[in-house]
């Protein structure tokens, strides 16, 4: 069952354009939510996670339980934005965990 | 300190050999997973390690799939008879207690031919 859900394969923002990264989940229960970012010839890194609730580069996502979401967003985007975004899920027993399969960002100049 | 390493980064293996994959995590942490991401897709859970004990292998797609962990910090992946459809990049990331940031590794590309 696909647990995580990223609607965009690609998406390509103006700098400066706000950048809305999509993101639905199906879980019963009670997930964590994470968004990881892959930078160019980089290791895939942890960009921020709902419980921490922090702004980080200037993204921010919330946790929509009502509609399953955890969309990520940044008001302005920049170059630097481009990569890989996955987002990705934890149970409640952290055993295991889910990503999706990505969203390509590129921020043109 | 260094952080996740995986050995080897690149590996070719004919149809029906077996492979072993090695991931060295960061000192001390205690978790670890590994994933296995096929062209154009995210990471796809394989397997779950608290310490030695391997608490999940619900994602290991066939019992030519085995994971180790002996003494609870360098862990392999085993594919044995390996098959084309297991060319792929796998992961392995470490966390430092039982939740918390993962550290990924570089990956190891495996190619079947």
């Known amino acids: 069952a696909q647990r995580v859900t990223q609607p965009e394969k690609l998406l390509s923002v103006f700098k400066g354009a706000p950048v809305e990264l999509k993101c639905n989940y199906s879980?019963?229960?009670?997930?964590?939510l994470f968004w990881y970012v892959q930078y160019s010839r980089q290791r895939l890194q942890l960009l921020l996670r709902?419980?921490s609730r922090e702004s980080i580069k200037g993204f921010t996502a919330d946790l929509n339980k009502g509609e399953t979401s955890f969309h990520l967003k940044k008001p302005f985007a920049q170059e630097e934005d481009s990569a890989m975004y996955y987002c990705?899920?934890?149970?409640?027993?952290?055993?295991?965990?889910?990503f999706g399969t990505g969203t390509s960002l590129t921020v043109i100049p | 300190g260094a952080g996740v390493s995986q050995s080897p980064r690149y590996k070719v293996a004919k149809r029906g050999q077996d492979v072993a994959l090695r991931c060295d995590p960061i000192?001390?942490?205690?978790?670890l997973f590994w994933y296995q991401q096929a062209l154009g897709q995210g990471p796809e859970f394989l397997t779950y390690?608290?310490?030695?004990?391997?608490?999940?292998k619900s994602g290991l797609p066939s019992d030519r799939f085995f994971a180790e962990r002996p003494e609870g910090s360098v862990s392999t992946l085993k594919i044995q008879r390996t098959q084309q459809e297991d060319s792929a990049v796998y992961l392995c990331?470490?966390?430092?207690?039982?939740?918390?940031?993962?550290?990924f590794g570089p990956g190891t590309r495996l190619t079947v031919l």
């Open positions: 990705a899920l934890s149970g409640e027993t952290g055993n295991q965990f889910y």
């Open positions: 879980y019963s229960g009670s997930p964590e």
């Open positions: 709902h419980i």
């Open positions: 000192s001390g942490h205690v978790s």
């Open positions: 390690f608290q310490n030695e004990a391997q608490l999940d």
């Open positions: 990331a470490s966390i430092l207690l039982a939740e918390g940031e993962q550290f």
